[in-house]
């Protein structure tokens, strides 16, 4: 795998799922602490900033009437009817910590569903950029990731999901998706194996602490 034709797409990086008073954290608060989620993405980031590899946020915003969804099921009709993912409200905005790495980080905008090629440029987004692999990051792991996974293996691109860089309702979920459905269209990796593949080391500040002398 390499840099130049690796995208990695992050999804569900707002703060009404990450920040401690987002609508939605209680719903993947569990998941996200044990597989250290937002620490893990952060440090694939730093790792990433500085090579050629693509990255990618595909938020999810819906105008203040939710005009949007007409007829909602599922998670789309709770999303509606708590308010969460509103345009112009805190909760829709991207979380500080991928605020931080500005431009580097190439917004693509239009998802109102699970799947993060509907009603977005991303496929085009990807083609300009002759990507071949499609690394998935975020939330929530049975929906909007296993929706984006298969989007991306239909559309003939190599599909890598990354199982500490995501967070699901619950751990028996997270655990179910990873070992028993990804599995079945995607490569499923930590972020560490990941970066080894592409023989990007860890930026100095995320390293693991070397052993002290003897």
């Keep these: 795998m390499k840099p130049e034709t690796t995208a990695v797409i992050l999804i569900g990086y707002q703060n009404d799922y990450f920040s401690p008073d987002g609508i939605l954290h209680s719903v993947v608060e569990e998941s996200s602490r044990v597989t250290g989620t937002l620490d893990n993405t952060v440090a ?34 709770s999303i509606k009817e708590v308010g969460a993912f509103k345009a112009g409200t805190r909760g829709a905005e991207t979380i500080e910590q991928l605020r931080q790495f500005g431009d580097r980080i190439l917004e693509v905008p239009g998802k109102r569903g699970l799947n993060a090629f509907s009603n977005t440029a991303l496929d085009q987004v990807l083609q300009d950029h002759r990507i071949e692999d499609v690394v998935i990051a975020g939330t929530v792991t049975s929906i909007c990731i296993d929706s984006g996974g298969r989007a991306a293996h239909e559309r003939d691109y190599r599909v890598t999901i990354l199982s500490d ?13 990873c070992e028993q459905i990804f ?20 930026a100095e500040q995320d390293a693991p602490a070397a052993a002290s002398a003897d």
Excluded at 58 to 72: A, G, K, Q, V, W
Excluded at 187 to 196: D, E, F, K, S
């Design 44 to 77: 694939l980031l730093h790792a990433l900033a500085p090579t050629p590899a693509l990255l990618i946020a595909t938020p999810i915003i819906f105008t203040p009437d939710y005009r949007e969804l007409e007829e909602p099921v599922g998670i789309l009709a």
């Design 165 to 177: 860089c995501i967070s699901g309702r619950s751990n028996f979920e997270q655990d179910f998706y």
């Design 183 to 202: 599995p079945l269209y995607a490569n499923v990796i930590g972020y560490q194996a990941l970066l080894q593949e592409m023989d990007v080391p860890l």
